[in-house]
């Protein structure tokens, strides 16, 4: 019985352990055959009050390396990333344009709980300075090179971030880098904001 209740254990730990470990890692760009090297989506903007579908990727990037934090509403170390950015984009040391936040888990996590906790008026509690995006798991990935869909599907396309995964996307729509630090560190940060500068 102990045994089966342990299994168990590890079975559901393994499942959610994006937005539960706090092991630290980065990891270098995985190129696969079958995913798209070029990306882009479009997908409402969290605004509180619409989900007009108006923001394009690949327009985004269009002017410089963009910062992408994947992020959930009950996620520890996606409200600490959020907050250490939030420094530097005040104390002028990142461009709240190179940055892009994007939600992770619309399939459990409503839009209102993502609002509370991210939106950028008095109450929320990490309100973000830059765009925060709601996709779903039927959002649509293009795949630049081609012109076409990626038969990828939208999470698999991006490699299948957990929260938080930090990734920085090129101008040309290309993912040249990704980190799976749960907790900020100065290193990891230093490295961001090098490459997006």
């Not at 409402?44 to 934090?69: A, C, H, K």
């Not at 929320?124 to 293009?142: A, D, G, M, Q």
Request: aromatic share 10%.
């Amino acid at each position: 019985m102990k045994s089966s209740i342990f299994i168990f254990f590890i079975v559901v730990s393994s499942a959610l352990s994006g937005c539960i470990s706090e092991n630290q890692s980065v990891i270098s760009e995985d190129s696969t055959n079958d995913l798209p090297e070029r990306l882009s989506f479009s997908a409402p903007i969290m605004n509180g009050s619409s989900n007009i579908t108006n923001f394009v990727l690949e327009e985004y990037v269009s002017d410089g390396p963009v910062l992408m934090l994947w992020v959930a509403a009950g996620c520890m170390g996606c409200h600490s990333w959020t907050d250490i950015l939030v420094d530097e984009v005040e104390n002028g040391n990142i461009s709240n344009s190179s940055i892009l936040s994007i939600h992770r888990y619309s399939s459990f996590e409503s839009q209102s709980y993502v609002e509370e906790v991210y939106g950028n008026h008095q109450n929320s509690s990490n309100p973000v300075h830059w765009p925060l995006v709601l996709p779903s798991e039927e959002t649509i990935v293009y795949d630049l090179d081609t012109g076409y869909e990626s038969t990828s599907g939208f999470y698999n396309s991006f490699g299948n971030p957990s929260t938080p995964t930090l990734q920085i996307m090129n101008p040309l729509g290309e993912i040249i880098w990704t980190s799976k630090t749960y907790w900020p560190t100065l290193d990891v940060l230093e490295e961001i904001k090098s490459l997006i500068k």
